[in-house]
C-alpha cells in the first residue's frame, strides 16, 4: 500500500499550515504527522532550496504519493514546479494536488493540466513585470521621480556637500543628518559624478 505524505509551506511566520492539512484530510487523505512536512519559506526559493522539502525528498520512496493543496505549495515559477514534478516522478512518487481536483500530476492529463496552469500564472506574473515597467517609464517621461523620497532635503543635501569637501566623515554626517551611511555616500558619489561630468 502507498504511504501518503503531504507538504504544506506558507511565506511568512504570521501564516499556518493549519488550513491545509485540514484540506487535505477532508480530501480523504491519511497522512501520519510524521509524514506531513510544514515549512515556512517563500515560494521563490527553488524547491529543492527548501529545508523542508529537502527532509522530504529523504523520506520519499517509489510507490508514495505526496499531495499538495495548490499548484503554488510547490513553487511560483512554471518552470520550477515542472522541474520538482519531474524530479518527483523520475523517484515513482505520484504527486497529487486538491486545486486540480486530485489530479495526480504525473500523469499524461496531470502533466498537461499543470503545464497549462503553471503557463497561464507565469504569463500572468510577466504582463504584470511589464505593466510596472510601463507605467515606470510613463512617470519618468512625465518628469515624476522615481523610487523612494529623499531622505535628505534640497538644502541639507548642499550641507552634506560642503561638510564633505571640508572634510568630514561619512559616519559623523550620518549620525548628524539623522540618517544611514549609504545616504551620505550617495550623496557623495552624485556630487563626485556631477562634478566630472
Known sequence: MSRVFAYC???????????QLQEIAAAGF???SKRAIEETISGSVAASERPGFCRLLDKLEEGDVLVVTKLDRLGRNAMDVRATVEALAGMGVRV??????????????????????????EFERDLLIERTQAGLARAK????PIGRPSRLTGQ????VRAKLVAGASVAALAREFNTSRQTIMRTRNAAEAAAAA
Open 156 to 159: 541639507q543635501v548642499e550641507q
Open 96 to 121: 497529487t494536488c486538491l486545486q486540480l481536483g486530485g489530479v495526480d500530476l504525473t500523469s499524461s492529463s496531470g502533466k498537461l493540466t499543470m503545464g497549462v496552469l503553471s503557463a497561464v500564472a
Open 9 to 19: 509551506r506558507v511565506s511568512t511566520t504570521d501564516q499556518t499550515t493549519e488550513n
Open 141 to 144: 517621461a512625465e518628469g515624476k
Open 30 to 32: 491519511t497522512v501520519d
